[in-house]
């Protein structure tokens, strides 16, 4: 099936330990994306590759580290986890651009992350 | 600084009703909107998406408007059901960066 799919589905903690979370997609798009749904369900852009290059690096601690080793792949790290970190993160990808501005933004179901 | 702003935060309406959900964006720089239906612990699943260049766009039940000059876009549902229960989030993708904003969005409770 065509999709956005993240792995793992659940992924519960201690503080202090490194996790990541990895994103496939194969919508054929050049961008993809690391959103933050937080407790009150607020979305929040994290970081965006395209074609392999950082181009949105919203303020986030760089505990979190994005790595796309090619356009169909965007994982993510987060060193030394704190409570604060739990949240729903969310994949995503889109084209870039396109003359029409039809590009829709694909979810992957998205990563529960709690941290004890 | 960009924002989208979703009214109303929750709504709660019996079977049957036609129902409008609004949202509205400080910039009228943007590239397109897309309107998603978000159930309780699941995914994104995109409902429309309205070009900038376009006024609305409809699917089934449902119909979505653009208005850049105001800031707003609203989302209509006619005759709604127990099964549109769900979370409906806006989200604004704007030129210049190509970042998509996404309002808090508005939880729909439809009564059977």
């Known amino acids: 099936d065509t999709a956005v799919s993240q792995t793992p589905k659940y992924l519960v903690t201690q503080m202090g330990n490194d996790k990541s979370i990895k994103c496939e997609q194969n919508l054929g798009h050049d961008t993809m994306y690391w959103y933050k749904q937080d407790s009150k369900k607020f979305l929040k852009i994290m970081f965006s590759y395209n074609n392999k290059e950082l181009i949105i690096n919203e303020t986030v601690p760089n505990r979190f580290s994005p790595k796309s080793p090619d356009k169909a792949h965007l994982n993510l790290h987060i060193n030394s986890l704190e409570l604060g970190d739990s949240a729903v993160y969310f994949c995503a990808s889109s084209q870039y651009r396109s003359h029409s501005g039809a590009n829709v933004l694909t979810f992957g179901a998205g990563s529960r992350l709690t941290v004890l | 600084k960009q924002e989208v702003t979703q009214i109303p935060a929750a709504l709660s309406v019996p079977e049957g009703e036609n129902l409008v959900l609004n949202c509205s964006f400080t910039?009228?720089?943007?590239?397109?909107l897309q309107w998603f239906r978000q159930d309780p612990g699941k995914g994104l699943t995109s409902l429309l998406l309205?070009?900038?260049?376009?006024r609305e766009q409809t699917s089934g039940r449902l119909n979505a408007s653009l208005d850049k000059s105001s800031g707003r876009s609203t989302l209509y549902i006619a005759a709604s059901q127990p099964g549109d229960s769900a979370t409906y989030l806006c989200?604004?993708?704007?030129?210049?960066?190509?970042?998509?904003?996404f309002g808090a969005g508005t939880r729909l409770f439809v009564k059977a």
């Open positions: 989200a604004v993708r704007y030129t210049g960066g190509f970042k998509t904003i």
């Open positions: 910039d009228s720089a943007i590239y397109n």
């Open positions: 309205i070009q900038s260049s376009q």
